[in-house]
């Protein structure tokens, strides 16, 4: 089993940019697919983007698409989520997770199922 840990969030202005890291150590980093969630106050965990244990495939959740970019450095064991021209409605905890077994697209429209998660980290966008 793997272990996630998340930083890179922190406070910005609407229309600026973040970049997300999500570290992963344990055994067969290069097995896992690797999501990016965000949870906002009130609301449930949602899938932001997701991307295959090659790299090869990603998804995007239609509120991000051509704003974010998730990408995988598998020689680092470390996943990024590029976030451009933020919306106060990107304000959230992001998440981490890796599942072995989801598509990218089951992976981040499945995230009562997963098991495997990190901590989170807090982006902030200001109006």
């Known amino acids: 089993q793997v272990q996630l840990v998340e930083s890179g969030g922190g406070l910005v202005q609407a229309g600026g940019s973040l970049r997300l890291s999500c570290a992963v150590s344990?055994?067969?980093?290069?097995?896992?697919?690797i999501g990016w969630f965000r949870q906002a106050p009130g609301k449930e965990r949602e899938g932001v983007s997701c991307?295959?244990?090659?790299?090869?495939?990603?998804h995007y959740a239609v509120a991000v698409k051509g704003r974010f970019t998730i990408s995988r450095d598998n020689a680092e064991n470390t996943v990024y989520l590029q976030m451009t021209s933020l919306k106060p409605e990107d304000t959230g905890v992001y998440y981490c997770?890796?599942?072995?077994?989801?598509?990218?697209?089951?992976?981040?429209?499945?995230?009562?199922?997963?098991?495997?998660w990190g901590h989170g980290t807090l982006v902030t966008v200001s109006s």
């Open positions: 991307i295959s244990s090659t790299g090869s495939m990603t």
């Open positions: 344990g055994s067969t980093y290069s097995a896992y697919a």
């Open positions: 997770a890796a599942e072995t077994s989801y598509t990218v697209h089951a992976l981040c429209l499945s995230p009562g199922n997963l098991k495997v």
